[in-house]
Each structure stands twice: as C-alpha cells, then as structure tokens.
C-alpha cells in the first residue's frame, strides 16, 4: 500500500510538472506569435507607402485573395497562413524604388529600371532573412515573379521547381496590376463614393475582362493552370456577390467580416486603411474602432452590406 502511495505521488508530482512546463510553452509560443505578428504589421506599415500608385491596397488584397485561392485548392491551413504573409509582403523590396518608377509598369520602364526591378524580390528577401519564422515566407516572396516557362526573374524557375503559393501570388498580383493600378497622371485623382453597387462593379468592369483575358492567354505557358482557373471562378463569383449588396452607413462598432468599404479612407498623414471594394476581415474590427476613437475615421463608414 506505502509503494503505490508513494508512485500514485510521484505521478501526480510528474503531471502537474508537464503541465506547469506545457503552460510555460503556450505562453512561449503565444510571445513568439505575437512578435512574428508584429514584424509582419510592421513591415505591412512601411509597404503601404508604396501603393499610392492603386486603388486600393495592393499587398492586402493580394494576401487575402492568395489565402483564398489557396484554401480553394486545397492547401493545408500552415502552408496557407503562410502564403497569406507572402501575399502581404511580396512587394517589401519596392521600398528600394524611386517614387516615378512605381508608377510605371515594366513595359514603360528603361533597361535600367528594369533590371532594378526585377530585384526587388531579392531585395525583400534580404529584409527578410534575419527573421527565422520567414524562412518558407522569404521562399515565397523570392519566387512569386518566377513563370513556368522560365521567363520570369529573379532566377528563371520553371514549372513545378516554383513554389506553389508563389504560383498563387503571381496570378492575384498580376490580376491586381492589371485592373487596379493607376497610371501616374491619374494618381491624385480623388476618391470615389460609390453610391450602388453596380456603379462599384462598372467601375472595374473593362479591365476585369481584360485581366482575365489575359490570364487565360498565358495559363499554361506564364501561370499554373489550376491556379488560372480556380481564380476566374473565385473572382467572379465575388464580383457576382457584390451585385446583391446594398450601400449602407454602418456605426463602426456595428461593421462585421464581409461587409465591403464604399470608399477609402485613409489617416490624418496618408496611409491607406481600408479600400473602397476591400471586404472587412476580423483583423481589421479593432484597428477601425481605434481609428474613429481617435478621429482618424468618421464614427460611421459606407459600406456594401
């Protein structure tokens, strides 16, 4: 009887120490994430000021669409968040760039301000590689201008040797560039208040057709076919769920996931914080309360709900 006390106490000491140690683990764990989070808002922060050159937010479009994309085919939720990161920090090596060139796309760009270009995922890199938790991330952001047929840069990868959610990313990003990128002498034009949503859909409505035009063009030779057509049937079936939205003033304690932006609205010192067209995440509910607290935003937004 006195051994199997004394085991039936040595066990009880041996699991409150597993789980005094698993807390300290938790709490651990929860520090890093916490620190890798703010890295990443960090850095998000910075590339903002990059994107005056859209309508919209460029990086957070990209990043919420490619998690999309991704859970669409299939991709395991770590590899996901993963490529919702890279989504957001795939432009980080932009900040190397002058501000007349953000506006140009290649095409418009001199031989020297080309190859600067094709740099910057390198240069994003470079920013990045201090960091152990962006590892897979740095991967990402380093290949998500790569094309399977090798024509892309910065290495020339071809096909499969391309990680799949830099194929993700490339499709969003090109998609982006091509429909919501402003050309430099209409880039302090004034925001628009979209009063339906027809007139928010009209507004995108040619370059849309385009974009996807020209995705289908090159799926196979430039982009992952899978990824080419998971993304037509993505996107057009959120332009499709837009159409049956209303326009309405929302106080911002009331705003919820999936309730669309009417119109941009930006702080007292120009940065972007939400888009008209961008769809409200469950990240962004605090922030815009902090905002109208601090009168950065009005206390009730337009919104497509």
């Known amino acids: 009887m006195q051994n199997e006390k004394q085991i039936k106490e040595i066990l009880e000491q041996k699991d409150k120490r597993i789980y005094e140690l698993e807390k300290i683990v938790d709490s651990l764990s929860n520090d890093l994430a916490d620190q890798f989070f703010q ?4 850095l998000s922060s910075v590339i903002s000021f990059t994107e005056r050159n859209y309508e919209g937010n460029h990086s957070r479009f990209v990043s919420e669409r490619s998690e999309a994309l991704a859970k669409l085919l299939g991709i395991n939720n770590p590899l996901r968040y993963q490529i919702k ?3 957001l920090l795939h432009g980080l090596g932009k900040v190397s760039f002058k501000d007349s060139n953000l506006h140009k796309f290649p095409h418009e760009m001199t031989k020297a301000e080309y190859q600067q270009y094709t740099l910057y995922p390198v240069i994003g890199v470079e920013i990045l590689k201090n960091h152990r938790s962006f590892q897979i991330i740095s991967d990402i952001v380093l290949q998500h201008q790569e094309r399977l047929d090798g024509s892309g840069f910065p290495k020339g990868m071809k096909g499969d040797d391309i990680h799949p959610g830099a194929r993700i990313i490339a499709v969003v990003d090109t998609y982006h560039n091509l429909v919501y990128k402003k050309a430099r002498e209409s880039s302090k034009d004034k925001s628009t208040t979209y009063t339906n949503t027809q007139s928010l859909l009209n507004a995108s409505k040619d370059r849309h057709s385009s974009a996807l035009k020209y995705l289908e ?3 196979g030779s430039l982009f992952d076919p899978r990824v080419v057509d998971a ?3 993505m996107i057009d079936h959120e332009r499709s ?3 049956d939205k209303q326009i309405l003033r929302v106080p911002v304690n009331k705003v919820l996931p999936g309730m669309i932006f009417a119109q941009d609205f930006h702080t007292s010192y120009g940065l972007l914080i939400a888009s008209r067209g961008e769809r409200v995440t469950e990240d962004m509910l605090k922030p815009l309360i902090r ?5 950065e935003i009005p206390h009730k937004l337009l919104m497509l709900a």
């Open 85 to 87: 990161v890279a989504g």
């Open 241 to 243: 769920d837009l159409s």
């Open 39 to 42: 890295s990443v808002e960090l």
């Open 231 to 233: 993304f037509i049937v």
């Open 291 to 295: 905002f109208a607290e601090n009168e």
């Open 217 to 219: 063009q090159k799926r």
